[in-house]
């Protein structure tokens, strides 16, 4: 049961208005704002058809709203999902826009295209545009490299794609379609290069789109904002309908998801935002800025709290994470400085007798380490460490936070080597991608039925629910040896005249393995019965006979689906060229998002004893016992400082440009029909930059509950200590020096 | 339909009444759903045969060719013979062979261009074909439909659709755009979007006049403003139809209704029939009020309005939804409807499925249910949800049946392999199958060729788009591994494919397809020897082909040289709808569980036992049709010219056909209804639909009242 401490019971007193709650990590924001949703469902009398909307930034965390919120319902023998609609911004658009599709241009079966198709398409559109244009290059490559082959196309186009990537997101956050785009253009007096390269691929996108019947995530946002403004009639009725708006880590609200919540509620209407402006870390080339949540709360006729207090840190992690708080508001950089990247309330403990108490107080337990190390050594230190750790520790929870999927990938090579064991938390969760490679296995051999090799790996998946059995794992080890060595595989699978079965194996004398075997043989003769129909049936086909568990079943289920949408927009992809996408989801190298990932599967208590690989992002909203923040060093976390580097700034572009930002800034431009000069935005990226990752620092240490170790590396061999990391490293040390001199005194 | 024998058998006094009203009597006759109206009016066909009418001068009018099942079931079960057929027809069908038989009278007054050559009808397949012919290049060259995002066969199915609205309802295509424009257009980009389906919708038109090519529509239109005025054509079909059935007039559209007013001034005798809660097919020009307007041209009002069929608890919770969702539907009926209400919440869809395929396997098991006697039906029914319920069920030794009229022909394993044989058979075409084309298609078409096999054949013996004789497999040991008795089988096949490119001339392609299927793949060792579904889906192919063909071959005097083979396998290609065949609705009396869209099922009016609703939370059980293009409600003879379509009318649109939905399926359900709910839609996104919402609200109701006592 929930109980509310002073502060979470001020904001949970809120009936109705508009209310802003500034939190700091851990102070259970979102335990607050679901109780604050239950309470309203109890009391407030909806007449049929109304909800609570209530607004979160990733699935997973709809998805923690929905099932407390069910529970509430569950009394009365409803079903689950009465009273209220928990959504991602959007999954909020997309009941929007399909509330009303043809006040968008839509009908009703208008596909969403994902990451990857929107990234296809985008190519395409380069690609083109590129061959249009081979002199295009010149304008913006290094001397050094205007005549190098590789960098004139290949380094070339993958810049543009970046570049056109961002314009064309900011240019439909804007509210400007590709015809705007270019009216502006013709209005505008100067000479705007990377707007008009820009606007035309825009122009081709957004057509390749339109042929498709697809809209991006970008245009189902806009399109959300677009039918709202345009249909008084509709909005009222959803007004009507969604009585209270409850919008969780609003600090990364968009531009667009304030615009949409804002005409949603309307004046007079309910609408309460929660968020904590030092954790926002998803603002890269968006228009996401936490300072128009710290404007909200301030605004005048908003209720403004605070919810400072957090029992998940010890006290020392707090103390460190609120000093970085207040180096950053004496930031040596003026501009950073300036930009306010992390503000008060600083974090403060938890009062006497809250149920969640502080952990106890350890000092020695954070460590900031100096020295600087290799990438390698890094990697191996910190896998030792942990390992000894976990030994001591079964029953605690150990994180390795990264700020990039490939560093997090390398650091998964040395604890498999360490033999310590791991969970990862990066593109795809472990969950996910084994179902995805279980399925390619089956489809590959599907691919190619006469490989010995291959009809042996679909073997092991059909076997994979007895893998952890010691006797089935040797059993089905000498099997899988036995169907590798076939030589003709239809004598298995399809004996005609000679049957292995009976020749090789019956002769063996195991009648177990022959049992096996034959059930094997019906199961393959089935698959490859199957093989010809529509891939996202044989999925569903295949699906039902390897997964049992119910996670595992839904997830298959979506592959079936993203495949059958793959199918659907290149119809001459076969089975081959279908197993070839599973195999890159399950290798990582492709984003999927299955089931268990959306569904807040990830709880790092479920993992005692394990360590968890995640990014910074994904870690968000976690916390573990014990957390490793690796490579603080000035290429993950520059300081807009001479030496360091910058990921947006290419060495092959002339002038330390920045492609995206200087693209963006000439948008803007266009739209405030202001005055363009180029460097200005790369310049200024770089601190929008260092002030994000100055938060996503403030995310990594605010995720450790007792212990907390800092470490960087040199990275290629030139980086340097992170700024932020000197700063608190020194105070750090002051600090417990302070305290060492102090000790023996008392 | 098809209703059981013993219901035709036992009727009911005033079912009796209607059958047997005299033969010079016109009858209105109104009822809801499962009241015993489509008995009534079968054993009034039977009667008037009975009394000596001739069978020709009867005419049984119905909106969709399926619903005449019932009337043609019993006809063919007649015993005694007497000469002569009772003609069935719908609009379309009698529009096209009036035209058809009076087309040299009135072509050149339509406007057509070539009024002396004959006139070339246009099934779905073809208009569809020559939208792109005459359609793409304006788009493209014109930016239209620049802020539509809707990919080019819906874009262009929506502009037929317009075109047929106009001509059912009854007003000139020329005024599509600005009726759509007043109503709906709440900025300047909609207003462009109808000013585009405008321009199109008449060059398509010209198109057609110009090329003597008749789309529905304008099969309509020359029917009725050109063929019906000319006394010949009246003289004529009022001599065939004195005594008229018409079933369903509330799915059917004001050009029904006028013919049917007309044929009801001359005809001796005539039964209309109406369901009051019906007139679901509201996007194909349906409209009910139109259809009640019939019922003044009638002397005798019967009506039916007692359901033979819904239990008491069944008959609670429809009425009950459907009160609160429109209270002019129907008034609540007082008993607990908890009974005919089971449902279990899932979190994820797959365990919805699952659930439902084990109610069944207990219905069928523990409680005697026949399958003949569930229903599964869902708003929209995708492949891999009808997948994964008939694998369910058959695992589980339930058998099944369902609907896919609608399907692409290249989604038919059978069809993909006469068409992967035809490319192959067309090396000028210069589309050679892939690999792995060629492999489904050798296992397809070769009996117990198996994967491994076809695929080694397939590597060994496909080169450069030819299939080589097994004989060019030189090891024996690589040709046992085939075997020799597949071997001859596939060089038969090779042989055949050879010999047919070798041949001096290409057959067309309805014909090369008849001669694959019926000279080779048909024969014992080939992979269609006793298989119905392939036999049908080979026939339904040839039969499109040759529509194609007989359509082209008269538009090529027109246009440019056509290859028909190579331009038909391309459209199948892309995907177009198929044809309605109705072989198909005919292969669904078979025994098993059917698995089928609601409106599928409403359409087959056929009670059960038991019905399972999935996906409650769809929007889909509510909602129209979204199209931005078109609008049954301002596309209707009802719309009042200058009036606005507005937030309101959808809500109470929405609710009203929800409510009567319900009405209509509760009417057919005898025992209980079962509700597959997953939090998750198939898609992975949670849904709340109104049928969601009214059952929440229904459950809530309930639970307070059960408190209250």
Known sequence: MFKPRPKQAEALAYRRGYMGVAAVPGSGKTATLSYLAAQLLAEADFAEGQEILIVTLVNTAAANFARSLNEYVKGDGLLPGYGYRARTLHGLANDIVRGKPTAAGLDDQFTIVDERESNAILAEAVDAWARRYPEAPDAYLAPEFVDKGHYRTQKWAEQLSETARNFIKQAKDNLLTPLDVGKLLDAYPGELLLAEICAEIYSDYDRALAYRGAVDFQDLIRLALKTLRQEPAYLASLRQKWVFILEDEAQDSSRLQEDILGELAGEGGNWVRVGDPNQAIFESFTTADPKFLREFIAAAGVDGRELPNSGRSTRSIQRLANQLIAWSLEHPHRAIRQRMPLSKPYILPTPAGDPQPNPPDDPTAVVLFAEAYSAAKEALMVTESCKRWLARNPESTAAILVARNTRGSEIVKFLRQAGVPYVENLNSSSSTRAVVGALARVLAYLADPKSAGKLAEAYRVWRRDDRADPAAAAEIKAASEALKRIKQVEDLVAPRLSDWLEDRIAENGDEGQFADLTAFREQVGAWLRAAEMPIDQLILTIAGDIFRDVNEIATAHMVALYLARLAQTHPLMRSPEFAAELYDIASNRRRFTGLSDDEGQFDPDAHKGVVTVTTLHKAKGLEWDRVYLISANNYDFPSAEPNDSFIGEKWFIRDDLNLSAEALAQLKALHDASGYIESAASLNARIEYAAERLRLLYVGITRARKALTITWNTGRGTATEATPLLALRTWWEGEREKEMTCEPQR | ?709
């Open chain 2, 1 to 709: 339909m098809i209703l059981a024998d013993k219901e035709s058998i036992a009727l009911t006094e005033a079912q009796m009444a209607v059958a047997r009203a005299p033969l010079d009597g016109k009858t209105w006759l109104e009822g809801i759903a499962s009241s015993g109206k489509t008995s009534a009016g079968v054993a009034r066909v039977l009667h008037l045969l009975e009394r000596g009418a001739p069978a020709e001068s009867i005419l049984i009018f119905v909106p969709h060719r399926s619903l005449a099942q019932p009337y043609i079931t019993a006809l063919r079960a007649q015993n005694d013979y007497r000469g002569g057929h009772v003609s069935v027809a719908t609009i379309g069908s009698l529009a096209q062979q009036m035209v058809d038989m009076f087309w040299f009278l009135v072509a050149d007054a339509a406007g057509f261009k070539h009024p002396r050559d004959l006139p070339i009808f246009l099934r779905l397949e073809l208009v569809q074909y020559f939208m792109t012919r005459a359609i793409e290049p304006l788009v493209d060259e014109g930016d239209y439909f620049a802020s539509v995002r809707i990919d080019r066969p819906r874009l262009y199915s929506q502009i037929v659709d317009n075109m047929n609205k106009a001509a059912l309802v009854g007003f000139p295509i020329s005024e599509i755009g600005s009726r759509l424009k007043s109503a709906l257009a709440s900025g300047v980009e909609q207003a462009h979007i109808f000013e585009d389906a405008q321009t199109c919708a008449l060059a398509f038109r010209r198109y057609c006049l110009s090329h003597n090519l008749l789309d529905f529509s304008l099969q309509l239109e020359v029917f009725r403003d050109h063929v019906w005025e000319t006394p010949q054509a009246r003289q004529y079909l009022r001599g065939r139809c004195k005594h008229l059935i018409a079933d369903g007039v509330e799915e059917d559209n004001p050009a029904s209704h006028a013919l049917l007013g007309d044929l009801l001034e001359s005809c001796h005798s005539a039964l209309i029939i109406y369901d009051s809660d019906a007139g679901f097919r509201r996007f194909l020009g349906a409209d009910p009020a139109s259809a009640r307007r019939l019922a003044d041209r009638c002397d005798v009002r019967a009506a039916l309005d007692e359901s033979l069929v819904s239990g008491r608890a069944v008959k609670a919770l429809g009425s009950q939804l459907a009160a609160q969702l429109s209270p002019s539907l129907a008034a609540a009926a007082g008993a607990d409807p908890r009974p005919a209400l089971i449902t279990e919440a899932h979190r994820y869809h797959p365990e919805m499925v699952d659930w439902v395929a084990r109610q069944v396997d207990m219905l069928v098991g523990q409680r005697d249910a026949s399958p003949n006697d569930i229903v599964i039906l869902a708003p929209f029914m995708s492949d891999a949800l009808r997948f994964g319920l008939a694998d369910g069920l058959r695992q589980r030794g339930i058998p099944v049946r369902s609907h896919r009229p609608s399907r692409a022909l290249r989604d038919e394993p059978a069809a993909r392999t006469l068409l992967t044989l035809a490319r192959l058979a067309h090396p000028h075409w210069e589309l050679p199958p892939t690999d792995f084309d060629i492999v489904f298609a050798l296992m397809a078409a070769i009996r117990d060729l198996d994967m491994v096999r076809a695929k080694l054949l397939c590597e060994m013996l496909y080169r450069h788009g030819r299939l080589l004789p097994f004989d060019e497999v030189r090891a024996v040991a690589m040709q046992e591994r085939i075997t020799f008795a597949l071997g001859e089988r596939y060089d038969r096949l090779a042989a055949w494919v050879n010999r047919y490119i070798n041949g001096e001339r290409a057959d067309a392609i309805d014909i090369f397809f008849r001669r694959l299927f019926g000279g080779l793949l048909s024969r014992a060792g080939f992979g269609f020897h006793d298989d119905v579904d392939a036999g049908n889906t080979a026939q339904n192919l040839v039969d499109s082909a040759r529509g194609f063909r007989w359509s082209l071959d008269f538009f090529s005097r027109y246009d440019e040289e056509i290859d028909l083979g190579l331009d038909y396998v391309k459209m199948v290609d892309r995907g177009v709808i198929a044809n309605f065949y109705l072989r198909d609705w005919i292969a669904d009396a078979d025994e098993g569980v059917l698995i089928a869209p609601a409106y599928t099922f409403l359409l087959s009016n056929r009670p059960v036992d038991y019905q399972f609703w999935l996906n409650i939370g769809s929007e889909g059980w509510s909602r129209r049709l979204y199209q931005p293009l078109t609008h049954p409600y301002v596309l209707s003879r009802a719309w009042l010219p200058g009036a606005v379509w507005t937030e309101d009318d959808e809500q109470r649109v929405s609710r009203e056909t929800l409510g009567r939905l319900l009405l209509a399926l509760t009417r057919r359900c005898r025992k209980a209804i079962y509700l597959g709910y997953s939090e998750l839609s198939e898609s992975g996104y949670e849904q709340r639909g109104l049928l969601l919402e009214t059952i929440q609200g229904l459950l809530r109701r309930l639970a307070r009242e059960e408190r209250h006592v």
